[in-house]
C-alpha cells in the first residue's frame, strides 16, 4: 500500500500540487492518473515511487512494488537483456554461474577438476530450481514473447538495444517480478508496443490483483483497465479524485465543470448586485457601516468560490521553414548494420528528393531507428554510405530524446540548436518560439532532466524550429503527448513543405504526413505508398 498526506510539489518556483490531504493506493485500486503534458504527472509517480522528494508532505510505502519510468536507463549494459530480467528474481547471477560452469567443463582435461566443478554445477542448479529457476525462465520468456521481445534480442547486450527495446525490457522486467499483490506504477507503458502486445498487457493489467497507477494517453487501456481516476488540476494545484471508470468519470467531470460555471455565475451575479448597493451607500455616513459590511460580504462570496477551468493553453506547434537545397538532398547506399553476428538489416538504398514524403515500416526490432540515427549522421553503418546532396540541412527527432543535454536548461538547448544551425538567434526570439511551445516565463531555466516526456517532446521539437532543416528526421514524434498537443503535431507534420522520413506506430501521424513511399525493413524495399500499408503501421 502507499499512501500520501500533505504533498506538494514543485519545479522550480513553480508550484504543482499543492494542500493534498491524503492519497492512498490499496489492493484491487487500479488508477488513472491523468492531466495535460506538464501538469505533474510524472513528477508526483516519482515521489510515490520514491525516487525524487516532494517539496512537502509524508509519502509511506508498505509492500512490494514495481516502477517504470518513461524514460529507464538502468541496468549493467553488458548484461543481456534475458539476465536483465531475470535479475528481477535474483536469478540472473545463478544462470551466469551455471552457464560459466558449463563452459569450464567443456574445457577441462583433469578428472580432479571435472569432478569439482560437477559438484559446483550440481549445488548451483540446487540453488535455482528451489527459487523456481526453470518455471521461471519460462515465464519470463513468456512475458517477454508477448512485449514483442524476440529471443535472438533477449540475448543481446542491452547496450546494442534501441530505447524502445530497452523500454520493453524494463517493463517485462518490472511484470516478471509482480507477484500479482504488489503494486505496479506505469508511466506511458504502451510506449514502442506493437498492437498485439498492446492488447495483452491490457489483459494483465485488467487481471493484476495488486494496486496500479497508471499515466497513459491510450484512451482504451484507461477505459478497459481502471476503476479510480485521479485528475491533476494545473489550474488548482490539486488532484480531483473519482471513484470511477474511465467512461463515468469523462461524464462525472463535464457536470462537476458544468455546476462549477453556474455556481460561479450565480454568486458573481449577487456580489455585483451587493458590491453595487454597499458603493451606493458607502457616500452616506449613516450607512457606511452597512456598506463596508455589503462589500466585505461581496469579496468574500468570490474568495469562496471554486475555481472553474479556463481552456487550457495548446503549445502551437511550428516546423522549421526549409533552407532552399538541390533536387535530390540526401541518398544513402548499401547501408547495413549488424552486432555481433546479428544482422539487423543489409543493402539499405535511399533516395530523398525535396519535399518527399516517406515513412519507414517493420516490426520491433528491424532497424528503424537505427536506419534514421544512420541518415542523421549519429550512427555509423558496417557497409554503405550517406550522402548529403546540395544544400542538405538534417532536422533529426528522436524517439528517446538522445539529442536534448539532460542537465541543460531549456533555454541553453534553444541557443545550443541555434548555434549548430547558423543562425544564432538571441534569447529575446528563442523565448518567443518557447513561449508557443508553452515555455513560458522562468520555466525557460528548468533542467532538460526534470522534464515530463510530453514537455521534452515539446521542447525537441522546438529545437527544429531554427534549424530550417529542409530533411526532417522524425522519430515517434507523437508519443507521449496528450491529445491537443498530438493534433498539434499532426497538424504541423501535414503543413510542412519540406522532406519528411517517419517512424512512428501511430496511424495518424501517418495520414498526416500523407507518404508517398514507404520503406519495409529489414529488406530495405522501398514501394510506392498503399493504405494497405497501413495496416503494418500498428503492427510495427
Known amino acids: 500500500m502507499i499512501t500520501v498526506t500533505g504533498l506538494e510539489l514543485r519545479a522550480g518556483a513553480r508550484i504543482l500540487l499543492s494542500d493534498i490531504d491524503v492519497l492512498r493506493v490499496q489492493r484491487g485500486d487500479k488508477i488513472g492518473l491523468v492531466g495535460r503534458n506538464g501538469a505533474g504527472k510524472t513528477t508526483t509517480m516519482s515521489a510515490m515511487a520514491g525516487i525524487s522528494e516532494p517539496y512537502a508532505g509524508k509519502i509511506e510505502r508498505r509492500g512490494d512494488f514495481g516502477y517504470l519510468p518513461q524514460d529507464p536507463r538502468t541496468g549493467d549494459l553488458s548484461q543481456t537483456a534475458s539476465n536483465r530480467v531475470l535479475s528481477a528474481r535474483g536469478l540472473d547471477e545463478l544462470l551466469s554461474s551455471m552457464q560459466k560452469t558449463e563452459a569450464e567443463l567443456a574445457e577441462v582435461a583433469d578428472d580432479d577438476e571435472r569432478d569439482k566443478l560437477v559438484r559446483k554445477y550440481s549445488r548451483l542448479e540446487e540453488q535455482f530450481s528451489a527459487r523456481g529457476g526453470y518455471a521461471a525462465e519460462s515465464e519470463s520468456a513468456r512475458i517477454c514473447a508477448n512485449l514483442g521481445l524476440e529471443d535472438r534480442i533477449l540475448a543481446q547486450p542491452l547496450s546494442t538495444l534501441s530505447g524502445g527495446q530497452r523500454r520493453r525490457v524494463e517493463l517485462a522486467r518490472i511484470l516478471f517480478a509482480d507477484t500479482g499483490e504488489g503494486i505496479l506504477l506505469l508511466d506511458e507503458p504502451t510506449n514502442h508496443l506493437d498492437a498485439d502486445s498492446i492488447a495483452w498487457l491490457r489483459g494483465f493489467l485488467a487481471s493484476h490483483r495488486g494496486g496500479l497507477i497508471l499515466i497513459t494517453h491510450d484512451v482504451d487501456l484507461l477505459d478497459e483497465v481502471v476503476n479510480k481516476v485521479w485528475y491533476l488540476d494545473p489550474q488548482r494545484s490539486t488532484i480531483d479524485q473519482y471513484s470511477l471508470g474511465w467512461s463515468a468519470y469523462l461524464k462525472q467531470r463535464a457536470e462537476d465543470e458544468h455546476r462549477r460555471r453556474r455556481e460561479r455565475a450565480n454568486v458573481e451575479k449577487k456580489a455585483a448586485a451587493l458590491s453595487a448597493q454597499g458603493e451606493k451607500m458607502r457616500a452616506k455616513a449613516t450607512k457606511a457601516v452597512a456598506a ?33 537545397c538541390g533536387k535530390t538532398p540526401l541518398t544513402a547506399e548499401g547501408l547495413s548494420k549488424s552486432y555481433g553476428s546479428l544482422e539487423i538489416f543489409t543493402g539499405v538504398d535511399v533516395a530523398i528528393d525535396r519535399g518527399s514524403r516517406v515513412v519507414i515500416i517493420g516490426l520491433n526490432g528491424a532497424g528503424k531507428t537505427t536506419l534514421l540515427r544512420m541518415l542523421a549522421g549519429e550512427l555509423k553503418p558496417d557497409t554503405g554510405k550517406v550522402v548529403a546532396g546540395h544544400g542538405l540541412r538534417i532536422g533529426y527527432f528522436a ?19 541555434s548555434s549548430q544551425a547558423g543562425s544564432d538567434l538571441p534569447d529575446t526570439e528563442l523565448r518567443k518560439i518557447l513561449g508557443a511551445f508553452l515555455f513560458p516565463g522562468e520555466d525557460v531555466y528548468k533542467p532538460t532532466k526534470v522534464l515530463s516526456g510530453g514537455e521534452k517532446t515539446r521542447l525537441a521539437l522546438a529545437t527544429l524550429v531554427s534549424s530550417g532543416a529542409n530533411v526532417l528526421l522524425l522519430d515517434e514524434p507523437t508519443n507521449n503527448l496528450d491529445p491537443a498537443s498530438r493534433q498539434q503535431v499532426l497538424d504541423a507534420i501535414d503543413a510542412f513543405p519540406g522532406a519528411i522520413i517517419l517512424v512512428s506506430h501511430d496511424p495518424g501521424a501517418v495520414n498526416a504526413l500523407r507518404p508517398e513511399r514507404a520503406i519495409l525493413l529489414p529488406d530495405g524495399d522501398e514501394d510506392l505508398w498503399s493504405d494497405d500499408l497501413l495496416e503494418l503501421v500498428e503492427l510495427a
Open 292 to 324: 463596508q459590511q455589503m462589500l466585505r460580504r461581496a469579496e468574500s462570496m468570490l474568495n469562496n468560490l471554486e475555481e472553474v477551468g479556463s481552456a487550457e493553453k495548446v503549445a502551437k506547434v511550428r516546423l522549421p521553414q526549409p533552407a532552399p
Open 399 to 417: 524517439q528517446e530524446h538522445e539529442t536534448l543535454d539532460q542537465e541543460a536548461t531549456v533555454l541553453e538547448q534553444m541557443r545550443s540548436a
